[in-house]
């Protein structure tokens, strides 16, 4: 069986991201999907989970998330070095870094998983779609493409640890054209939409490392939705912003 935790459902779940394991749920045969509230210790502390999920959330969220995982940063760290898969959607990656620093100077630790730090800007929401590349085997590269709709930017160096090379669009902030982060097995974006439903063959690729059929829901339908947003997002005219 293929056990898929997401973390805090009743609140982190902005902009439809929740499909992305609705998705995964009718695409894997034998699947538990753990649902783990605020109350709740994280089934990933005593038993062996395959898969952590996190969605997007809002910013005082993200405050109570790292405060309830800051007990278990170890167990983390353990369970990304054990190549456990993990998808961290929109602001969710924020969490993972030194901190995110708020307008007036302030600062909100995070969990210190990743060398980067993000900004805020609360007056100012940065929408834009998104299109790059990722590398999923040597030599064998997928496009993935999506939208971003965000009040924070990340900073630092992720060169050696990004998810997607930027082709249009921006990265984890206007000046990178790294976007998220890859950690073993650990995905980080502001990618939005949700990703796997709108990226089909990242989907497949997530349940390779699941080791499970790489065959998704829906696969014929997806994939024909998938060429012809790409034709959209490829097309010099379409407009980002």
């Not at 790294?178 to 439903?197: A, D, K, M, Q, S």
């Not at 339908?221 to 005219?237: C, D, K, M, S, T």
């Amino acid at each position: 069986m293929t056990k898929i935790e997401v973390l805090y459902p009743e609140t982190c779940n902005l902009f439809g991201d929740m499909f992305n394991i609705k998705l995964l749920e009718q695409s894997i045969n034998d699947v538990e999907i753990i649902n783990t509230n605020f109350t709740d210790e994280p089934a990933f502390v005593t038993q062996n989970v395959d898969m952590i999920y996190l969605a997007p959330m809002t910013e005082r969220t993200q405050e109570e998330v790292i405060k309830k995982l800051e007990p278990y940063k170890a167990r983390l760290e353990e369970l990304i070095n054990k190549n456990t898969v993990m998808l961290f959607t929109g602001n969710a990656f924020e969490i993972l870094g030194k901190y995110i620093e708020n307008e007036d100077g302030t600062k909100v630790q995070g969990l210190g998983i990743m060398d980067l730090y993000s900004k805020r800007d609360m007056m100012h929401r940065y929408s834009k779609m998104y299109l790059g590349e990722m590398e999923i085997e040597k030599g064998r590269k997928i496009k993935i493409l999506g939208f971003k709709a965000q009040f924070s930017m990340t900073y630092g160096d992720n060169q050696e640890y990004y998810a997607f090379n930027t082709i249009r669009g921006d990265g984890i902030n206007k000046e990178s054209k790294f976007e998220g982060i890859r950690l073993n097995n650990c995905f980080g974006t502001y990618i939005l939409g949700p990703i796997l439903v709108n990226n089909p063959f990242f989907a497949k690729y997530i349940l390779r490392l699941l080791n499970v059929k790489d065959t998704i829901a829906f696969e014929d339908i997806a994939i024909e939705n998938y060429q012809r947003r790409l034709e959209e997002f490829e097309n010099p005219a379409t407009k980002y912003e």
